[in-house]
């Protein structure tokens, strides 16, 4: 008699991941594979009962800070209790490439997760990572911002001809070790003094190998609408497809901004412009409160800024310019209009962690100082970028966003646990929030999307774009990363001020055909792999 399926999961509703109509039906699983969708009569090694809830395949996270996270802890916690099973890394910075200069500031830089930097490729760094264990697979873009650091430093100036040629074989290198394409971050320094020509230059390379260009744009506030246009343009050159992360319109100035980015993205991809966003639900974002200085008190890396900011004349200088919108850089000080918007919630030193979770203006009310002064010495006192939360954006402009057909999601954040090590920061709630929020309060409550096609841009569409192998649909001969959850229950509950806390409804989640998450609690499994580009394909 022949053996069963090890899983079934049974008479759930299949939102396949298409966008197609849900249905009915049953999900065998064998290993890491489904082996059929329909109706399933052989009895499964384990059965899951779906009755009344949703199937979906695993939501990929399109922008994942969760590579420090899961050194600390493997089992991605908060993001495998919504459903996540696919991590994708590199905003602009990558693990790899690294020299030992990079190694050195990098460890340096490293705040209450401390580990070693064993690794030199990119490569090399997810396979360190995933053989420490761990719940959800892993992918990266190679940083534009990391290839730069690798032959550049911290300089302020373009690449000769042969230092462009070896950050173009560092890309070459990434793509045939599994990269997914060539991510940036253009606001922040020293990705700032990239130009359009080089982006280009380091986009062709990942477009020869089946890869995207995706990038935090040049602006998302004053210079919304001419940011836009640089990524199309480089898509263009370059002849690949290109997504923005985490499209907002940053302070309220630029919130009416949104019809004419939507018009852009709408007539290029007419034009057969594979252009795509990502975004995260919420008002407020998160970065270093050093963004708010100007690009040129970047460079040279953190220890000049260090020393820039102890010097009175170059002090005032910044502070003058922190008052004035942004010309030529995306000034975060201007576009949270106040101090009051701006909530301090990460420092490495211990003296200061009692200033966690308050805002500039209330720490600078304290101190009788500037703000802008006060941002200055906190950096100074801390010796880091200092982690902050701020508000910019409109709830309208998100809602509308979520139902864009081109439009997928990702945290911008780590994956965490209310324990250990990550209770000593305060992070920002889409930590713990993101996809349970976009299908529970916008989806369900709101109706900004269907459900379908909601899952379809949390699954099949970001699996598509970058051209992941056989993830991001429910099909037989697909690896099994399966999700079933609760479409009436599901919901975010972390906050602002109590932002550690999980979100719940999402009932079982299955990496690898491995179950991890089991009737809402975790089974300490951790079957997750490196997912590679089109380049190689492994896992």
Not at 44 to 68: C, K, Q, Y
Not at 122 to 148: C, H, K, M, Q, Y
Not at 151 to 157: G, I, T, V
């Amino acid at each position: 008699m022949n053996a069963g399926p090890d899983v079934v999961i049974r008479g759930g509703t299949i939102y396949d991941g298409s966008g197609g109509t849900p249905f009915a039906a049953d999900v065998a699983i064998d290993g890491d594979r489904i082996t059929a969708i329909g109706t399933v009569r052989e009895r499964g090694r384990a059965e899951i009962d779906a009755a009344g809830l949703a199937v979906t395949p695993g939501f990929i996270n399109m922008l994942s800070w969760a590579t420090t996270s899961l050194i600390a802890d493997g089992q991605s916690q908060s993001d495998i209790r919504q459903g996540v099973t696919l991590e994708v890394f590199g905003e602009g910075w990558s693990l790899g490439p690294v020299n030992d200069t990079m190694r050195r500031e990098q460890t340096e830089q490293q705040g209450d997760i401390k580990y070693d930097i064993t690794w030199t490729t990119l490569a090399e760094a997810l396979d360190t990572i995933a053989a420490r264990g761990i719940s959800t697979n892993i992918a990266s873009f190679v940083g534009a911002a990391t290839v730069r650091i690798h032959e550049l430093a911290h300089d302020d100036r373009r690449p000769t001809h042969e230092e462009l040629g070896r950050m173009r074989a560092l890309v070459d290198a990434a793509m045939r070790d599994g990269a997914l394409g060539v991510g940036s971050a253009l606001i922040y320094a020293p990705a700032t003094y990239a130009d359009t020509h080089e982006l280009v230059a380091l986009a062709e390379v990942a477009g020869r190998h089946g890869g995207m260009y995706i990038s935090h744009m040049r602006s998302e506030g004053n210079r919304l609408v001419e940011a836009v246009d640089e990524v199309i343009e480089i898509a263009r050159r370059a002849s690949l497809p290109a997504e923005i992360y985490h499209l907002k319109q940053a302070g309220r100035s630029n919130w009416m901004k949104l019809d004419a980015v939507i018009d852009r993205i709408t007539r290029a991809r007419e034009e057969g412009l594979a252009i795509t966003a990502d975004m995260y639900p919420y008002e407020a974002g998160a970065t270093g409160l050093s963004s708010c200085f100007p690009p040129w008190a970047h460079e040279g890396g953190l220890r000049a800024t260090l020393a820039r900011l102890r010097d009175a004349e170059q002090r005032n200088r910044i502070r003058d310019e922190m008052a004035r919108p942004g010309t030529d850089w995306e000034n975060l000080y201007e576009a949270a209009g106040t101090p009051e918007g701006i909530v301090l919630v990460a420092f490495k030193n211990e003296r200061l962690k009692p200033l966690t979770g308050r805002t500039l203006a209330q720490i600078a009310a304290e101190r009788g100082a500037d703000p802008r002064d006060v941002a200055m010495d906190l950096v100074l006192e801390d010796e880091s970028r200092v982690g902050m939360v701020i508000f910019m954006a409109s709830v309208e402009n998100l809602r509308r966003e979520i139902g864009l057909p081109w439009m997928s999601f990702g945290s911008d954040a780590g994956s965490l646990a209310p324990e250990g090590v990550f209770l000593k920061s305060q992070p920002h709630p889409r930590s713990y929030g993101t996809f349970a929020r976009v299908l529970g309060r916008f989806v369900r409550d709101e109706r900004a999307a269907p459900l379908e096609d909601a899952v379809r841009r949390m699954t099949g569409f970001p699996a598509a774009n970058p051209k992941l192998d056989r993830r991001g649909l429910l099909r037989p001969g697909y690896f099994a990363d399966v999700v079933v959850f609760d479409p009436a229950r599901v919901a975010d509950h972390a906050t602002y001020t109590e932002p550690h806390v999980y979100a719940t409804g999402v009932a079982h989640v299955l990496v690898n055909g491995a179950s991890v998450l089991r009737d809402g609690e975790h089974t300490g499994a951790r079957p997750g792999r490196v997912v590679f580009g089109p380049a190689r394909r492994r896992g």
